[in-house]
DNA sequence: GAGCACTGC
């Protein structure tokens, strides 16, 4: 876990006093007398020797590292220092998550006493805090995989080591098949070269004997090219290192002890009907029984977390007053960071919290202070249907992976227990882990990529865990269909390659390209980032009246589209005013009041502001033409239908809708601005199957325009 | 009448 990284930091306290200039002095040389310490106090000190050994004679390592070994923030300074970086080459390390390249990296640039960006910097979407100076880099994985996009040898690198490999998001997955092609095509390439220069006859028979038909085609492009070897180095927190070795060709599995504290798992005798409920009971149980320290409770949603703080609320009142030394802390990703941030601060002595969390407190925050766990084994989970094209959130039972990561979140600081609200027989029958993201999710954006750096046989490309063919099959249609890919299944020039140049769902890549000719793109652009991002509206129950009315401020009888638009222009507004000399901290200030004011998410708005520039610096090097349908709303809302166009419904009795493609009945979400409205044709983006099967950022279109401008698609249909 | 978690040159 790369928390790793962060906890490392809370065993370094700062004092929050006043210096003299002297003690200020003293302070920074005591500081790095203390960080000294510390690494050495890393389990994976002791084998810095072994490891660089096993790095030199090893081109690809797997590394089981467990929590609080190290690893993350010590072997890229280790390989550092033993030289694997001469020659202006970068030792490159991915995680899956932003925060923790960030966090790390700017440990890890304190500990060699440098400032981050320079020896040590990280790279993250609109972020890039590196140098020409800079040697050991974080970054996303996702991140990386783009850098491949423009360098698919990624030549800048002497080493990769992918952490966090056992999470398997997609990013890595796909990454670690490319790495693997590219270590053998730069390997050969290297063989190439050393064969060349004694026996020139021997560069025929290395293409031939290639059974790897990507190998074959990065090698081609390899000849006359020389790259060094390429180290690869993957880390995994879970003890499922065969996976990987097997992966890559039985490679060498090293082991680093972590450094965890015990901690005691309970279960219940039998299956508790509702666990809800059993939580309730459990942390009662802890706050009356059990000695100081924080508990922190896994639930599945917002609507549990919300539903659970009230009965905690609800049962303290009915104890003594001085049993009432509980604070709830709800925290999931959608809270406003300001109120997630609001489980970090102290709270008074005597006092418990209690934090109620999604699975965000599994790996993305780490909350100090944990002593105990409730888990009652469950998790909320998306899953893709590939022929539906239907996105469902399901409450599914935990892997036992997870479980003990949920466990381990008690053993931060201390021996801690943890409560699982099921018989240990259930835990028995669990998932040893959890499906790999890449086996249920949308694969038309993994395609395009890969298309786009040269792998054309997707169906034959080696993945760890191979994704079903028919959900490439299915993919590979749509790309197909969007006009991204030519009959003969090879990316279209020049839509299929523009649209892999942009960083977004390829649908909204494709709406661009279609916007410049239909001369909306300005409201597109909007709008895709607008659509890329979470949701844009924040209702909190107790205010839903007060948010309903703000969002009519904003809404359109044209549709959500529209209403994404007028919301971005809004803040736009607001901000041109206003900013005028101001500095980003200020803007950013002010826009969140505004935000606040509005009953916008602005941490969403943030966001897609960010993919707005983002996305129109590429729209304009691609020479696509920025202008404004100005009030023709008419012609935007053809551009959707024209773009959309996999995606439209038609009414049917009762206020149904009936999609198109697949024949599936739906209804609009309640959050549309169209929800009451009910037109009689629209377009949508997301279809996902909660309590009912939802369709959400809808838009009115005429039917008839779907045979105009999508024939390809409706001429068959009608 | 309702939103798990991440992420992108």
Redesign the pocket.
Known sequence: MAQGGLNISSGSHRPNGKFSKDSTKVDSFSRRQKILQHRKSLPIASVERRLIEEVRNNDILIIVGETGSGKTTQLPQFLFNAGFSRDGTIIGVTQ????AAVTVAKRVAEECGVEVGQKVGYS??FE?VTSSSTRIKYM?D??LL??A??DPYLSRYSVIIVDEAHER?VHTDVLLGLLKNVQIARSKSFNYHLDNESKKAKNGMLVEKEKDPQSISFLKECQGKKFPPLKLIIMSASLDARIFSEYFGGARAVHIQGRQFPVDIFYTYHAEPDYLDAALITIFQIHMEEGPGDILVFL????EIESVERLVKERLQKLPENNRKLVIFPI???LPSEQQMRVFAPIQAGFRKVILA???AET??TIPGIKYVIDPGF????TYDPNKGLES?VVVPISKAQALQRSGRAGREGPGKCFRLYPEFEFEKLEDSTKP?IKRCNLS?VILQLKAMGVDDIIGFDFIDKPSRSAIVKSLEQLYLLGALTDECKLSDPVGCQMA?L???PVYSKALVLASEFKCLEEMLITVAML?VE?IFY?PREK?EEARTAMKCFSSPEGDHQTLINVYRASDEFLEKRKLGLGQEKIDKILRKWCKENFINSRSLRHARDVHS?IREHVEQMGLRLESCGDDMLQFRRCLAASFFLNAAIKQHEGTYRAFSTGQVVQI???SVL?RTKPDCIVFNELVQ??HK?VRNITRIDYLWLTELAPQYYAMQS
């Open positions: 899956p998550r932003r925060v993250i979407r890039d996303t996702g991140l783009r850098e996009l423009l998001t599945t949603g917002q609507e999931f990703s959608s999604t699975n965000i993305s925050v998790v909320k989970a998306r959130l993201e954006n140049r960083p977004l769902d890329s949701s209702a839903l983002q979400h309640p959050s929800f909660t309590n939802y």
